[in-house]
């Protein structure tokens, strides 16, 4: 018999080396793998080119369409018209010498005879602080009664103007009179103080005062109009108001060198408008840029701007012309399939 021997157990050796190489064979395999579902992907952002587009059109407005009528450039819309009152103190700027003379009235008596004495207009009569004041009218003196003396009342005005002329209440003599009888038995007698006397600078209203207050008043009108024409549009909705204002009266209290701390001046203006939606605004506009488009175009969201304005209203027909200035850009559309495809590899 042939002798057997025992099978020989791997040495440490070779245990080792086995183990490293399967460790690298794992981490191989998961790298690969990891690899091929992580990295090979690439994001492209395309940036396409676009084209600008800028124009005006025509297109008219009537308050009896019903809707849009892109082929007849025709949109529904509605016509108002709205008027405002507007009136504004303005300072006078100017300087001037203002001379007034006092005024005031009299109780002329005649303690002299019964026989009535007329006295002519300018007759002087001197107060007793030695102002000089003159009848403004003639008057007739009545005669003496038995008792008392005869009296009339009578307006009387200072022979200077000034403040000092502003005298109180006083007893006057007749000059006319002196040297004779009469001087001590004609007098007057004032129970209130004299007023109205005054010498000085005042200001006073220019022409360029009705110049600018006329300009001023009126723009403030305008601006008033404008904001009343916006305030009735409710959202969704365009207010386009017409460049004419009319102007239907405009006026003033002064006029030039009047001699006032101010002037008022008064304005009433009335100004028309076109109502429209911004819908169809909007949606008249993109047809328009897209009639312009190349084929395969497509307007780039969010471009399309238009501004408009109000040519001509008539409001017996209730329609109205506008100018439409319009913006756009367009883009090719692209076809991702084949930038993929360009793309792989």
């Given at each position: 018999?042939k ?14 080396l ?5 460790f ?27 084209n ?7 297109v008219?407005v ?8 892109l082929a ?20 006078a700027?100017?300087?001037s ?5 006092a005024?005031?009235?009299v ?25 000089l ?7 007739v ?12 009342e ?21 000059p006319g ?39 001023e008043s009126?723009?403030?009108?305008r ?5 009343s ?10 207010v386009?108001?017409s ?28 100004q028309s ?14 047809s ?7 084929e ?5 969201p ?18 109205a ?18 930038l993929?495809?360009?793309?792989l590899?």
């Amino acid at each position: 018999t042939k002798d057997v021997l025992p099978p020989r157990s791997a040495s440490p050796r070779s245990l080792k080396l086995w183990l490293i190489l399967s460790f690298l064979v794992i981490l191989l395999a998961g790298s690969v793998f990891l690899f091929l579902k992580f990295f090979p992907q690439v994001s492209v952002v395309v940036w396409l080119k676009t084209n600008s587009l800028n124009f005006e059109e025509r297109v008219s407005v009537s308050q009896g369409q019903k809707g849009i009528a892109l082929a007849e450039k025709i949109l529904p819309g509605r016509i108002i018209s709205e008027e405002v009152s507007f009136n504004r103190d303005f300072p006078a700027t100017g300087q001037s010498l203002k001379e007034e003379k006092a005024q005031g009235s009299v109780k002329i008596y005649n303690d002299y005879s019964a026989a009535a004495q007329p006295l002519v207009v300018s007759t002087r009569l001197v107060s007793s602080e030695g102002k000089l004041f003159r009848l403004a009218e003639r008057v007739v003196v009545p005669g003496k009664p038995n008792n008392g003396a005869g009296v009339i009342e009578a307006k009387v005005i200072a022979d200077l103007p000034g403040q000092e002329y502003n005298i109180g209440s006083t007893t006057f003599s007749i000059p006319g009179f002196a040297g004779t009888p009469k001087y001590t038995t004609f007098y007057a007698k004032s129970s209130a103080a004299m007023k109205g006397g005054f010498k000085g600078q005042v200001a006073t209203v220019t022409a360029q005062d009705l110049i600018d207050a006329k300009k001023e008043s009126e723009a403030q009108a305008r601006d008033r109009l404008n904001q009343s024409l916006r305030d009735k549009a409710l959202p969704g909705f365009l207010v386009i108001p017409s460049t004419l204002v009319e102007i239907i009266s405009s006026t003033t209290d002064r006029q030039a060198l009047d001699q006032v701390e101010s002037l008022n001046y008064q304005v009433k203006a009335r100004q028309s408008a076109v109502i429209l939606s911004e819908s169809d605004l909007n949606e008249m506009g993109q047809s328009f840029c897209e009639s312009r488009l190349l084929e395969k175009n497509q307007i780039v969201p969010q471009s399309l701007k238009i501004s408009s304005e109000l040519l001509a209203l008539d409001s017996v027909s209730a329609k109205a012309s506008l100018k439409l200035a319009i913006s756009c850009r367009g883009f090719e559309d692209l076809d991702l399939g084949s930038l993929q495809e360009q793309l792989l590899g």
